[in-house]
Structures are given as C-alpha cells and as structure tokens.
C-alpha cells in the first residue's frame, strides 16, 4: 500500500482538497490564491500550432492532387475538405441532408423540419430573428474562432453568465426565482462565515499555519463580505429593491435575509461550478447573424460544386488502390471513385452503413453511443426580459425539466426577440421530443411563468422545437466515447484502415463542441497527407 503523504505541504493539499468538494472549483482556486499558491499562466499554454497545407506541397514534389471523398457534411467534414483544399486535392463532399453544417444548424423564418416522429415544422421567426438548435456559444480559446478569423465570420460576445439572470429551484420549495447575484452572494457569504468561523476556533491548527489562517481569513472577509465579528449579513453584492440613484435615493438593500439552512436547502450552489469550467468560462462568442455563418462560410471557400447534398451514403469499399462510395441522391444511386476517404459521419449513422473495413470499425462505431439534447425558440412581440427584468443575455438555471432558459446575447433593445425556453437533455429532451410542437410550447411556457409571469404567455408569437435524437441523418445532439477517445477499442478509427480515415468531434476530448471537430479533421489531413507525399 502506498504510503500516506505527512507534513505541512500534505495537510495543506488536504485542506485544500475538501474546501473543493464543498465549496468548487472556484472558492478552491481563490483559496490558492490567498494563500500564496495559484497556478502561473503557464499551465495555460496552447498546443503546438496546426500548420495549414498549401499548394507547395504538391507542386515541390511534382505529384498531382490526389481524390478524396468525404463522408459528411458537418463541420468535420467541411475543415477536412477545405484543409486539403489548400494544397490542391480534389475533393468532394457528400451530405445526406439538404444544408452543410451537421449539427451546426441555425433556424430562421422559412426553414422547416420533419422529425423521426412525423412532425413537420416551419419557423415564422421575424426578420433577423433566429436560434441556434445545436452549438450557440464559442469560448476564446476554441481553434473554432481561429477559422472565424480566417473565414471572415464576424464575432460577438455571447453572454453565458448573468449576474441578474435568475435561479429557480421548485423541488426545493422555492416560491420565486431569486438572482443569480443573490444566491451568490448567499453561498458565498455563509461559506466564507462557516470557514472563518472554524479558523479562529482552531478547527485548522493541524492543516494551516498561523500565518496562513490569517491570510484565509483576510481573503474570506473580503470574499464573502463578512462583518467585523465574521459573520454574513448581506449587503450590496445581494441586490437592491431601489437602486442608487440621484441626492435623496440612496437605494435600498434587498432584504429577506435567508439562514444558512435556508440557502444550503436551496440547492442554488449547484449551478456555480460551471462559469469555472475550462469550455464554460466567460468571455465566449457567437458569430454575428447566427453559428451557420461558419459552414456556409466554409462551404463557399470550398466550392459548393464540391458539396453533393442530398447524397446519402449506402456503401463504403476499400478497393485496395482506392475507395468507391456508393450513395443515392434524386431517386438514383450513384458512385464516387477516389484515392481516399475520410468518414466523418457520426458514427451512430456509420456503424449503419454497409462497408468491408473490418469488424474493428464496426465494433469501436458501435461502441460510441448517442446522447439526446433539445431546444425551443420561444419568439416574442416585446423584449419584455429587458424591459421588466433589466436581463440582458446570460441563462437562467431551474430543477424544471426546461432545466437552462437563455435570454438572447444579440438583438439587444429591438422590437423583438427569441428566448430559448429550454436547452433540455437525456429523459427530459426525450419526454418533450415524444410530445407535438404545440404540446412542446404549451409545457415549455408553463414552467416558464413560474419564473417570469404571465408576459412569458401572453407576449408569445411563436416557437420552433428542435430534438436531435429525432434528426434524420444525425440522431445525436452528442455521443458518449466510453474510456475516451484513445481507448484500445477505437484504435481503428483513430488510425486509418486502408484508405479510409475518420474523423468527427466524437474522435476528440470535446465532444460536442466544433473545437473537438475542427481539431480531429486537422488529425486526419495531416496524417493523410504526411502519408501522400511519402508513397
């Protein structure tokens, strides 16, 4: 058995560990730093830069393009072609559905659906409006907005967390939503009294030195503005009921001040945690117009002659010197000959396609299961949020089965706006994706004037569901990779088998994010075209 670390340095590390499990990620950082022990920014180095093909490279050999077919149309597929575009491979794209981007869909005014379930739909969104059904948001450090840059799409702030956006929690016997500002400052406060509470009663003797209790109490006085005897008594991070104002409105605190039982039983600490995820931390971005302006932008650098939509795959040969794909597009099959092949289909619709690359493929395709998520675009007369509730953006976060409601990061004071009445997943997408459009509205807007009132209602115009476990030719909002993308089990999709390689966000560490797409796409060019230039 290993042996137990002792001493100062491992009752600190201890320390420092339970303040995490109770407290998160953040109050753990914090506590790091006032005691002297944050991370340095070199823990937040980026990996080697991707380097882009180029014409040269074929050119400078005296070889000619060589002929690839890629399997899909999503964001995998389109950086894969346009990669190898650059260096002047012959590429085409065949996409079963009739728009490029996968689950990179952006729903306007005119576009219609027709789900697993039979149920056709058609947007009556007003001009401008629009929402994102699959990826809405674009943290800074994302290879995603790389290709933004060098497409051109134009970016903007996407507010993932909203200091006035509100926290719902009826299981918890709540009987109104409360600010996100408030319960932050609740948790935060009764945390920080509890902790500075058992520091000066010599609860941390063995853990922290003399000199580090007075620094852990300094900071928590200061993070969860205790009073002079260390105790949480709210105070302006809560809210007010009148705000500051001119000579005579001093504003008045918010008062109704819970207990400390109170807060804990309100469970609002849950939805913390997630603004200090690595992939959720502010700022984050969104493409100006909506996240479609990047496949359609990527599809214009490629060629749309490239891009056969409506082509839906039924056979995948290794002929041994090259790949033959058979597809049906129009009522008629037809066949693609190339050099080579990149399947970037998700592999929940590949495992379902005839092909002889081995029961390996098939076994490690079959391996990676689907996810279901959905959303609702509720579109309203007025931007009454703003108006009445002074929310501009950001998410508003309820143990309701809409479980995230987000109010529109774009739009802002125009006449107009489509709120996201729930970004849902598992059961709960499942349990709404059964019911009809109307009865999708009709539950989604009756969780949501528990929260907002009778506006949520009465000021509604119109709305558009979208599931994505009932999308056909995807079926997956995201896949679950068991063991990771490295397991043993999908070494034949991570190298390549014959003249097939594949690639998708699902062959990556962020799934279900275009990084994990953009990034695995970058794997399979660079593998395929290392392995060209040296045959």
Same mark, same amino acid.
């Given at each position: 058995?290993?042996?137990?670390?002792?001493?100062?340095?491992?009752?600190?590390?201890?320390?420092?560990?339970?303040?995490?499990? &109770?407290?998160?990620?953040?109050?753990?950082?914090? &506590?790091?730093?006032?005691?002297?022990?944050?991370?340095?920014?070199?823990?937040?180095?980026?990996?080697?830069?991707?380097?882009?093909?180029?014409?040269?490279?074929?050119?400078?050999?005296?070889?000619?393009?060589?002929?690839?077919?890629?399997?899909?149309?999503?964001?995998?597929?389109?950086?894969?072609?346009?990669? $190898?575009?650059?260096?002047?491979?012959?590429?085409?794209?065949?996409?079963?559905?009739?728009?490029?981007?996968?689950?990179?869909?952006?729903?306007?005014?005119?576009?219609?659906?027709?789900?697993?379930?039979?149920?056709?739909?058609?947007?009556?969104?007003?001009?401008?409006?629009?929402?994102?059904?699959?990826?809405?948001?674009?943290?800074?450090?994302?290879?995603?907005?790389?290709?933004?840059?060098?497409?051109?799409?134009?970016?903007?702030?996407?507010?993932?967390?909203?200091?006035?956006?509100?926290?719902?929690?009826?299981?918890?016997?709540?009987?109104?939503?409360?600010?996100?500002?408030?319960?932050?400052?609740?948790?935060?406060?009764?945390?920080?009294?509890?902790?500075?509470?058992?520091?000066?009663?010599?609860?941390?003797?063995?853990?922290?030195?003399?000199?580090?209790?007075?620094?852990?109490?300094?900071?928590?006085?200061?993070?969860?503005?205790?009073?002079?005897?260390?105790?949480?008594?709210?105070?302006?991070?809560?809210?007010?009921?009148?705000?500051?104002?001119?000579?005579?409105?001093?504003?008045?605190?918010?008062?109704?001040?819970?207990?400390?039982?109170?807060?804990?039983?309100?469970?609002?600490?849950?939805?913390?945690?997630?603004?200090?995820?690595?992939?959720?931390?502010?700022?984050?971005?969104?493409?100006?117009?909506?996240?479609?302006?990047?496949?359609?932008?990527?599809?214009?650098?490629?060629?749309?002659?490239?891009?056969?939509?409506?082509?839906?795959?039924?056979?995948?040969?290794?002929?041994?010197?090259?790949?033959?794909?058979?597809?049906?597009?129009?009522?008629?099959?037809?066949?693609?000959?190339?050099?080579?092949?990149?399947?970037?289909?998700?592999?929940?619709?590949?495992?379902?396609?005839?092909?002889?690359?081995?029961?390996?493929?098939?076994?490690?395709?079959?391996?990676?299961?689907?996810?279901?998520?959905?959303?609702?675009?509720?579109?309203?007369?007025?931007?009454?949020?703003?108006?009445?509730?002074?929310?501009?953006?950001?998410?508003?976060?309820?143990?309701?089965?809409?479980?995230?409601?987000?109010?529109?990061?774009?739009?802002?004071?125009?006449?107009?706006?489509?709120?996201?009445?729930?970004?849902?997943?598992?059961?709960?997408?499942?349990?709404?994706?059964?019911?009809?459009?109307?009865?999708?509205?009709?539950?989604?807007?009756?969780?949501?004037?528990?929260?907002?009132?009778?506006?949520?209602?009465?000021?509604?115009?119109?709305?558009?569901?979208?599931?994505?476990?009932?999308?056909?030719?995807?079926?997956?909002?995201?896949?679950?990779?068991?063991?990771?993308?490295?397991?043993?089990?999908?070494?034949?999709?991570?190298?390549?088998?014959?003249?097939?390689?594949?690639?998708?966000?699902?062959?990556?560490?962020?799934?279900?994010?275009?990084?994990?797409?953009?990034?695995?796409?970058?794997?399979?060019?660079?593998? $395929?075209?290392?392995?060209?230039?040296?045959?």
């Amino acid at each position: 058995m290993a042996q137990t670390p002792s001493g100062p340095g491992a009752s600190r590390r201890t320390f420092l560990r339970n303040v995490g499990l &109770t407290s998160g990620a953040g109050t753990m950082f914090a &506590t790091m730093g006032a005691l002297g022990l944050a991370p340095t920014a070199q823990a937040a180095q980026r990996e080697e830069p991707f380097r882009a093909l180029s014409a040269g490279d074929f050119t400078l050999t005296g070889r000619g393009a060589a002929k690839v077919v890629i399997v899909g149309g999503g964001i995998a597929g389109l950086a894969t072609a346009y990669e $190898l575009g650059k260096a002047g491979y012959d590429c085409t794209v065949l996409e079963a559905r009739d728009r490029t981007g996968g689950r990179n869909f952006t729903v306007r005014g005119g576009d219609t659906t027709v789900d697993l379930y039979g149920n056709r739909q058609t947007a009556r969104f007003g001009d401008g409006g629009y929402m994102n059904a699959g990826p809405a948001r674009i943290p800074q450090w994302m290879v995603t907005l790389d290709y933004c840059r060098e497409l051109g799409v134009p970016i903007e702030v996407f507010t993932n967390v909203n200091a006035d956006a509100y926290i719902y929690n009826e299981s918890a016997g709540m009987t109104k939503p409360m600010r996100y500002r408030t319960a932050k400052a609740d948790v935060y406060g009764y945390v920080s009294e509890l902790l500075a509470k058992a520091t000066n009663k010599g609860a941390l003797d063995k853990e922290l030195t003399a000199t580090d209790q007075e620094r852990l109490v300094e900071f928590l006085k200061d993070w969860g503005e205790l009073g002079d005897k260390l105790t949480y008594e709210g105070g302006e991070r809560r809210g007010y009921t009148t705000v500051p104002a001119a000579a005579g409105t001093p504003g008045v605190l918010l008062g109704d001040l819970p207990t400390a039982s109170e807060v804990l039983a309100g469970g609002a600490g849950r939805y913390f945690s997630f603004e200090f995820g690595f992939d959720q931390a502010m700022l984050m971005f969104q493409p100006v117009g909506g996240m479609d302006r990047i496949p359609k932008a990527l599809t214009k650098a490629i060629g749309a002659h490239r891009v056969r939509t409506g082509a839906v795959v039924s056979k995948i040969t290794d002929t041994g010197r090259g790949v033959s794909v058979a597809y049906a597009q129009g009522g008629r099959t037809k066949v693609v000959e190339a050099d080579f092949c990149i399947a970037a289909l998700p592999p929940n619709i590949l495992a379902k396609v005839p092909h002889n690359l081995g029961s390996g493929v098939q076994s490690a395709l079959e391996a990676i299961t689907p996810s279901s998520a959905g959303k609702i675009g509720l579109e309203y007369r007025s931007r009454w949020w703003e108006l009445d509730h002074h929310i501009y953006g950001g998410i508003t976060e309820t143990d309701q089965d809409v479980t995230h409601i987000w109010h529109p990061s774009y739009g802002f004071h125009g006449e107009r706006g489509i709120v996201i009445g729930y970004y849902n997943y598992d059961d709960d997408a499942d349990a709404y994706a059964k019911l009809s459009p109307q009865g999708r509205e009709a539950r989604a807007v009756a969780a949501g004037v528990k929260i907002y009132g009778e506006k949520y209602r009465s000021e509604l115009a119109s709305s558009f569901s979208h599931h994505w476990r009932q999308t056909p030719h995807l079926e997956a909002a995201w896949h679950d990779t068991p063991g990771g993308p490295d397991d043993v089990r999908y070494k034949p999709l991570n190298e390549p088998t014959g003249r097939v390689y594949f690639a998708g966000d699902w062959l990556s560490y962020t799934d279900a994010w275009q990084h994990g797409a953009f990034t695995s796409a970058r794997k399979a060019v660079t593998a $395929l075209h290392a392995r060209v230039l040296s045959s």
